[in-house]
């Protein structure tokens, strides 16, 4: 649950001394949570006696340093008045939170169940007030800037400050989340995906050439057109297949080939055909060069020129 944030914007002496930040606790006190925050905002509009419900322009009436500060009073500004959203008062929520620390947010009130719209604010632990009033946030940012500043003003023997501390604005803060990006047009998401299947065939080309090293570029541009032809013509075939089993209602790839399955399965039958076909020339240059030998009585004579030197133990056939 998100926890919704206000603001007060503090004056003394007609002067701006800063904003104070609260966090508000709706898990544990809901009902004193908004009618906080809709008295921070005044969406309420007036009460029954035309008055405003909104703290903007109602006055800190009481500070007592090393204790606390205390406002809220809108409608008679001297801690006598208050009135809740609801009408009147209404009752305690959770009272279990205890007072434990500075820059808590409190209700104040003038017994059980009688919460208006006064608050506020602890300067230091207060035990003594724990299940007694009602603890409904905190101060997130601003207390040592501006609530001490609030506490060192003098005061006189009812503590009232002598300068008057006035909430000049008020308010919620919104909870605002990062833009989201705009989704990208069918153009753009063409053209990225030309320029992946670009890459990916540069790749492919690369290891093509990695994979079958020659002394010869003429062979090697050969080769590399032959494979290109064989795969156009493999992805044309494919295609018809495609066609042919989209028109009988079957599944184009029962197989479930990926992309890259495709292009490894290619390169290895491609390999496989360039081995077939080194190993049938290997093949036909050794048959022409055996039928350009002759060996007669278990001598070996190559070429077809003149014998020069003609040995008498040995039988020629010519």
Known sequence: MVRPRVFMDFSVGGEHIGRVIFELYNDSAPKTTENFRALCTGEKGRNTSGVPLYYKNSIIHRSIKGFMIQGGDFTKRNGTGGESIYGGMFADEDLTLPLDSEALLCMANRGPNTNGSQFFITLRPCPHLNGKHVVFGRVLKGYDEVVKKIADVPVNEKDTPLSA??????????????????????????????????????????R????????????????????????????????????KDSEKGEPSNPRGETEEEYDARLE????????????????????EYEAGTSTVDGVRFKGRGRMKYVDPDVRYKF
């Open 165 to 206: 501390v006035v909430i000049h604005n008020c308010g919620e803060l919104e909870l605002r989340k990062p833009p989201a990006k705009p989704a990208p047009s069918e153009s753009e998401s063409d053209s990225a995906e030309e320029e992946e299947k670009s890459r990916k065939s540069r790749r492919r080309s690369r």
């Open 208 to 243: 093509s050439r990695s994979d079958h090293p020659s002394s010869d570029d003429d062979s090697d541009a050969g080769e590399r057109r032959r494979r290109k032809k064989s795969k156009r013509k493999h992805k044309r075939d494919n295609k018809k297949d495609e066609i």
């Open 268 to 287: 290895r039958e491609e390999k496989e055909r360039l081995a077939a076909t080194r190993k049938r020339e290997l093949q036909r240059i050794k048959e």
